[in-house]
């Protein structure tokens, strides 16, 4: 690895080298150390690792900032000798990090042993040959991809071989997302990449707000990308993202199509920005309040939400497989309209992983809280088992079964159709607290009413009787996601079906 990088990136460098919360990483080999916490990634004062380290850098206005934290990945850099903007000591015992100051200066180096010699002499040349061998190996993978894409054919919300950032046409980010391009295991672009599409983007308006920041339509060589710019309060929820992105295969019709995440350092503030595709339609929140749906479109959206749930849920198993994942704020601001009218999920910054082969359970370091109104019974009177993966599928389930509601609303029967609203609107305020939600949901055992003129259609009687499904007190009870995908589908079908001629 090398240290000769843009000072642009230094901020993003700390990170890629395991200046972060270290118990917020990847799990270290041997005994960890304590160490003093002093950098952006922080959320504690101390952090654990497998070694301390203090990192000085000279930033692009020539100020030295000093960042201090938990090292488990390159110890190679432990031994770097510093240079006119980089330098970087590691140590060994608790908190051995907390009073080291460091210095800036070029140096020439002393001279090396023979073997020290030899080794910067055969490395270069073993790395080229290994860089020459995956190459051929990558190649060759991507022409055996090529080959099935020309039989392949895709079925509503099944996974998609290659991201496109664009629905029509041909797109420069079309052609970065290829899959001989992006990181393998991730969803998204190569680290370094990334940073570059980032300082690309140049922001054009800012399309929606909230709790979490803003949310801007920005432009990367003529094409439209969603950047999200998360409040320095809401960094868990950014990191959170990134890494799920990054480490997770995520390529999905109905997923968002994540492009890049990059951290900046401008005018003594932080910024973190996640680059994403951009939807013109906005969420289906905003979607449902603009127009009413025929029974076609409702379950076409319906249907492609619940692709996209299920994926999230699903364990895939292999190489290239994926952990399960628990969306944990499913609702209809986190789930967008694409221009062919099929829904993604976006928002993942509270999800959880779970893989059965390690049965680890990832629920991240997020304080932040699901949605109040969305949220599940065994939730709000605080009786969820917190230790069990399952649990919180369960409450996903809760949520799409609100969402079907709000769709079903806006749909359309015998000329018939309801305003927007949102759920349990009619029992409780426009920002409803905690105790609202549970005395509605738990006390009163209330679930949101279904208009009667649903009943008159075959096919939104049968999206009532799925809500309803969704929303059983017991937990367990409830329909799982790939349940929910495969009866929507069924019912889409059945729409679609010519009528019999008599």
Known sequence: MTLDCSRKGLLMLLMALGLTQGDSGRPSRGPLVTC????????RPICQGAWCTVVLVREEDGQLQQYRGCGNLHPELCQGRPTDVFNHYCCYSPLCNHNVSLTLQ??????LPWGDQLALILGPLLAFL??????????????????KQRGLHSDLGESSLILKASEHGDSMLGDLMDSDCTTGSGSGLPFLVQRTVARQVALVECVGKGRYGEVWRGSWHGESVAVKIFSSRDEQSWFRETEIYNTVLLRHDNILGFIASDMTSRNSSTQLWLITHYHEHGSLYDFLQRRTLEPQLALRLAVSAACGLAHLHVEIFGTQGKPAIAHRDLKSRNVLVKSNLQCCIADLGLAVMHSQGSDYLDIGHNPRVGTKRYMAPEVLDEKIRTDCFESYKWTDVWAFGLVLWEIARRTIINGMVEDYRPPFYDVVPNDPSFEDMKKVVCVDQQTPTIPNRLAADPVLSGLVQMMRECWYPNPSARLTALRIKKTLQKLSHSLEKPKALY
């Open 36 to 43: 003093t916490c002093e950098n952006p990634h922080c959320w």
């Open 106 to 111: 070029a140096t020439p180096a002393p001279p």
């Open 130 to 147: 290994v860089l020459l061998v995956l190459g051929a190996l990558g190649l060759w993978h991507f022409r055996r991809r090529q080959e």
